[in-house]
Every structure is written in structure tokens, then in C-alpha cells.
């Protein structure tokens, strides 16, 4: 647990690095409200700093001491030698500190971040020429900017309708982000819908029934009846939309509901949760987001949430948490059923219930995970079942009759 005892020594979870006249006062302040909102202590130069304070070595200081660094890379980053050597520092903290960077590309493309092109070529260039006497700097920033971009990340445009895919296993955490980025941005929308469980709507009403709901959510017409299957485009194709499709299992629901980008209005947003990432790529999603489950240090700090709700001596929380980090292996949903009960019980009680767990998973996360097996063709089950017999070294038949 020496990796966990760490996470005390964080003084914040998330690190935002952004140039203040592109986005400020729109994109990252609400950003920044919505990760406060979800009791996410988030860093931003001008809530944390104090007057009078030197401000790089507080700002460096900062970066160290997060777990994450979200960089926002808009039109005007790589004009500001303050954001650069910043961005510098974030680099460095990703290699040596294995902090994790989520690049965010407002308004820009990401190859010119990459390349040092277009609108981040000029300011480059510009730099280049004012710091002949320190080139090792310039080249720094350089460096850094490649790197980031070819990092996992985001691409918003403004006005440009956007289709963002959210994918991992299931029990990760899709659900929860796809509803707090819902719940915090749905006010700059003309309509808004959130479709929850949508591959079991398919699978008991049909496609027509799905269409039909999902339209009357939008709409806000409950008794909306559909006459023909183009009517989704030509009812939004003028509008201004924010659709959110969880748990989607068949690609047929994408071409039905959301079709192509021209079925909504500029500035439209369409999220897709799934635990398919094949199914995004033949959507022509691109701009893909991989859910995954918390380190040591995160879901250290995640049960401690738990914790406080309950007395429990500091040996008898760093020997249960053990147990349960182990147990639950970063996934979100284990620590949150895990978390939600044993913090309630004596040590005889959860020390009984942990030795049970290793026999006999709890229902609830067992449940959950079945659906990704469920999902399976026959051959990959077979294969799945093949692997399972490898590191189980028991025979297939009575790997079958133990399920």
C-alpha cells in the first residue's frame, strides 16, 4: 500500500493548462464548474494562486502535485511561452511521475499541433526567431506539443456537430462521465435527450419504437407518432441537439438514430457509450474516448469517501482497502459495491464476506461483466472459455458445469 499512502501527499486531482483569452471565460470555466461539481479538486491559475505569490514555481508546483493534466490546445496556446513552458512541465511529469494527460483540441487540429503547422506554426516560427540565443527552449516546446498530440484526446469544434464514443468494459464508468458532461452542458442546447439502456429498448420494442421514443424525448412529444423512418433528419436537421445513446450494442441503432452528421443542426453533440469500439469505428466515429479503471492511487482515494462515513481505525481502513484494491482491480463499479457495504461491517463481518468474495463474486458485479461475455459470438466465447481453462489449468467440462 505504499503507492496508495501516496495519494495523500496529491493536492489535486486534476491540473488544467489552457491559454485564458481562447477559452476562459466558455469552455474551460465550464469545465472547470462541472469537475468541482463532481467533487473533483481541479487546479486553474486564478482560483488557487494568491496575490502577491511568484507565480511559476506555484504553477510547476501544481502540476507536480496532480494526478491528471487536462491541456486545452486552442487557436492561441502556442503563443504564450507561459502555456508552453507549462505544457513542458506536464511532459515531464507524464514520463517521471506517470501522471496521465487527456489533450484536448479546441478548435484546432490536432495535426497541426502535432507538426508544429497552420496556427501553431506561426507562433512557433515567431518564437524561433526572438529566442535565437535559447533555441534548446524552443525546441522544448516543440517536443512537448508533438507528444501531447499524439496522445489520446478530444476534438471539439464549436460549430461543427461532433460525435464523441465513450468505450471500456463494463461496470468502468461510461454511464456516470457520458451523464455528468449531459447534465452540465444540456442548457446550450435547443433539445436534449438521454437514452439510457438503449440496446435493451431495441431488443424488447423494435427499431420503430426506438426511433419513435427517441424523436418524442427530443421533441418533448409524448404521444409523437412517426409516419416514416426519415423523419428523425427532417424534424433535426435544423436543430441544435445533444443526444446521448448508452449502452449501445448494435450498429444498426447508430444508423437508425443518429444516421449521418447532416441529420442535426451546427453545434450539435452526440455521445455513444459501449463496450464495443468496433462498433464506433464502423459509425465513422473518430473521436473515441477509452473509459478505464483507477490506479492504486485513485481507488484509494475513492474508498476513503467511504471511510469517513464510518469509524474505523486507521489500521483496520489500510487492511480492508488492501483487500478490496485487490479484489476490484480498478474497476469503479467493484470499489463502489464493495465501498457501499463492508465499511458498514465489524472487522469479524468484512473479513468473513472477503473470504466469501474469494469463492462466490458479489452478484451485482457479476452481473454486470456477464453482459460483455453475453455479447460474445460462439467463437469468441469458445476462445474466451479456452483462455479461461489455460490460467485455471482445469479441464473445459468441468470449467462449464462450475459456471
Known amino acids: 500500500m505504499a503507492s496508495a499512502s501516496s495519494t495523500y501527499q496529491r493536492r489535486y486531482d486534476v491540473f488544467l493548462s489552457f491559454k485564458g483569452e481562447d477559452t476562459r471565460n466558455n469552455f474551460t470555466a465550464h469545465l472547470y464548474q462541472a469537475l468541482c461539481q463532481k467533487g473533483i479538486n481541479t487546479f486553474i491559475d486564478d482560483h488557487k494562486l494568491e496575490r502577491g505569490q511568484v507565480i511559476s514555481p506555484e504553477l510547476f508546483a501544481a502540476v507536480e502535485n496532480s494526478l491528471f493534466s487536462v491541456v486545452v490546445l486552442s487557436q492561441n496556446y502556442a503563443s504564450s511561452r507561459w502555456c508552453l513552458d507549462e505544457l513542458v512541465k506536464i511532459v515531464e511529469c507524464m514520463k517521471s511521475r506517470g501522471q496521465r494527460v487527456l489533450p484536448i483540441f479546441y478548435n484546432v487540429d490536432p495535426s497541426d499541433v502535432r507538426r508544429q503547422s497552420g496556427i501553431f ?10 529566442s535565437l ?3 534548446g527552449r524552443v525546441q522544448s516546446w516543440k517536443d512537448a506539443l508533438t507528444q501531447v498530440a ?4 478530444l476534438c471539439l469544434e464549436s460549430n461543427d456537430i461532433l460525435m464523441l464514443g465513450i468505450w471500456g468494459m463494463g461496470g468502468i464508468g461510461k454511464t456516470t462521465l457520458a451523464k455528468a458532461v449531459y ?8 433539445m436534449c435527450s438521454f437514452f ?11 427499431l420503430i419504437r426506438l426511433q419513435q421514443k427517441f424523436l418524442s424525448q427530443l421533441l418533448e412529444e409524448p404521444n409523437l407518432n412517426m409516419k416514416v423512418l426519415t423523419s428523425i433528419k427532417e424534424r433535426l436537421c435544423s436543430k ?3 443526444a446521448v445513446l ?3 450494442n448494435d450498429p444498426l441503432i447508430l444508423k437508425s438514430l443518429v444516421g449521418n452528421q447532416d441529420w442535426f443542426g451546427r453545434g450539435s453533440r452526440i455521445i455513444v457509450t459501449t463496450r464495443d469500439k468496433r462498433l464506433l469505428a464502423s459509425h465513422g466515429v473518430i473521436n473515441i474516448y477509452e473509459a ?3 490506479s492504486d492511487e485513485e481507488a484509494f482515494d475513492f474508498l476513503r469517501h467511504y471511510s469517513l462515513k464510518h469509524e474505523l481505525s486507521i489500521n483496520d481502513f489500510m487492511e480492508l482497502s488492501s483487500e478490496v484494491l485487490d479484489y476490484a482491480q480498478g474497476l469503479p463499479l467493484a470499489l463502489e459495491v464493495l465501498g457501499s457495504f463492508l465499511f458498514s461491517m465489524t472487522r469479524e463481518e468484512w473479513r468473513n464476506q472477503l473470504n466469501k468474495l474469494k469463492c462466490t463474486p458479489n452478484l451485482k458485479i457479476q452481473e454486470v461483466l456477464a453482459i460483455s461475455y453475453d455479447g460474445l459470438d460462439d467463437k469468441e466465447k469458445n476462445i474466451f472459455l479456452d483462455i479461461a481453462c489455460f490460467f485455471e489449468w482445469e479441464d473445459k467440462d468441468y470449467l462449464m458445469m462450475h459456471d
Open 121 to 130: 506554426g506561426e507562433p512557433l516560427a515567431k518564437h524561433d526567431q526572438e
Open 133 to 135: 540565443e535559447n533555441m
Open 150 to 153: 499524439n496522445l489520446s484526446g
Open 183 to 190: 447534465n452540465k452542458i444540456r442548457s446550450q442546447f435547443e
Open 196 to 206: 439510457e439502456n438503449i440496446g435493451e429498448d431495441l431488443a424488447k420494442k423494435g
Open 240 to 242: 441544435k441537439v445533444l
Open 246 to 248: 448508452d449502452n449501445v
Open 292 to 294: 478505464r479503471g483507477f
